[in-house]
Every structure is written in C-alpha cells, then in structure tokens.
T-cell receptor, first 117, second 112 residues
C-alpha cells in the first residue's frame, strides 16, 4: 500500500459519537487526501491538504473535519453532524511538483471501514 | 458535467481468457486518465496513467488504450488469472481546477 497506513481497519461507533480515523505516510509526500467510497459510487473527495497547516474542502466536507499539523499525518474526524457516516474511507498522498501542481500519481492506503449504528 | 462511466458494471470470465473493460468520459479540459485495481476491502493501486498524447500503455498483462477524440479508454487484460479478480476503476483528471473524477468501477471475477 505504498507506505501509507490507516488505522484501524474496522471501526464501530454509536450514532452521535465523533470518531477519528488515522492516516500516516512515510513517503515524504506533500499532498494528502481523504476519500469516501460507497457501494455503486465512485470515490468522493472529502478534504485535501497540499501543505502542513493548510487544507481545503472537497466535494463532501460537511460533517467532517481534518488537521495537518505534521507532513506525515492527516487525521480525519467524522462528527455527529455527518448524516450517513457508514462507509469505506480511503486516505491517499501524492508529491507536489514544481509550480505547485499536484503529481499525477496518488498512492492509497488500505482503508478504514466505519460502521455507525 | 464532468462524468466518467464504466462498462460493464460486472464481468465473469474463466481463468486464462482475455477481457476488455470500457471507460467513457466527458471531462474537460482533460489532463490524464488512470486505471486503478482495487481488491476487496483494500485501497486502489495504480495500473497505468496516460496523458493526452499517449494512445497505449502496458503494465504486464494489462494494456490501456486512450482515444482522446472520442473520449474513450479501455483496459485489456490478457490471459486472466484468479488474482485479477478485483474492481477496476477509471479515473480522469481535469485541469483548471486540478480535480479527479472517479468512475464507479467494473467488478471482475475470474473463475478457475
């Protein structure tokens, strides 16, 4: 999985609780991403970060929060405001090319399957 | 609207046979197209990346083609193996803003 680790692999929570998913990379990549994958749908971007202490909302950021205090870490918090949090969550990273453009290649972690009941 | 459509949704083949997966896109302006393989419960792994000027790219038994005029791509798998059982995802990158549009994938099952 290209030097990206996500933990835990499976996570169970009760409705109304916040939960934080871990993502760590040792590839020295500048950019990191969080995606959500649901059955029958393509991956959807939640948040991304191109540099430490900076991040931007993706297409479905509502109910989620992130931080980027270290280059190698990009944790995602699923808050109680997320109406349908049960899903497979994927973290990815890529290098930053000269001029700020993001590299073509994104490396994905193994994913965390979150189930909220 | 930027979209990526893949067909078929699912495919069953016998071990040793060839197969071709299709990807049609309406993304503009186009930057590049990628094919990923995703095993069940795992993260996607890149197979090929093609830019506008590339028509064909191979990675072992996987060969991807791109027709930028018709906005179509295909992924051909030769002499399939049981380990090829996975979902194959077509991803198109748009320029300005730099954005990835993911297809919903083709679920391939290879049986002995």
């Amino acid at each position: 999985d290209g030097g990206i680790t996500q933990s835990p692999k499976y996570l169970f929570r009760k409705e109304g609780q916040n939960v934080t998913l871990s993502c760590e990379q040792n590839l020295n990549h500048d950019a990191m991403y969080w995606y959500r994958q649901d059955p029958g749908q393509g991956l959807r971007l939640i948040y991304y970060s191109q540099i430490v202490n900076d991040f931007q909302k993706g297409d479905i950021a509502e109910g989620y929060s992130v931080s980027r205090e270290k280059k190698e870490s990009f944790p995602l918090t699923v808050t109680s405001a997320q109406k349908n949090p049960t899903a497979f969550y994927l973290c990815a990273s890529s290098i930053q090319l000269a001029g700020g453009q993001i590299s073509y290649e994104q490396y994905f972690g193994p994913g965390t399957r979150l189930t909220v009941t | 609207k930027n979209q990526v459509e893949q067909s078929p949704q699912s495919l069953i083949i016998l071990e040793g046979k060839n197969c071709t997966l299709q990807c049609n896109y309406t993304v503009s302006p186009f930057s590049n197209l990628r094919w990923y393989k995703q095993d069940t419960g795992r993260g996607p792994v890149s197979l090929t990346i093609m830019t506008f000027s590339e028509n064909t790219k191979s990675n072992g038994r996987y060969t991807a083609t791109l027709d930028a005029d018709t906005k179509q791509s295909s992924l051909h798998i030769t002499a399939s193996q049981l380990s090829d059982s996975a979902s194959y995802i077509c991803v198109v990158s748009a320029m300005a803003p730099d954005k990835l549009i993911f297809g919903t994938g083709t679920r391939l099952q290879v049986f002995p």
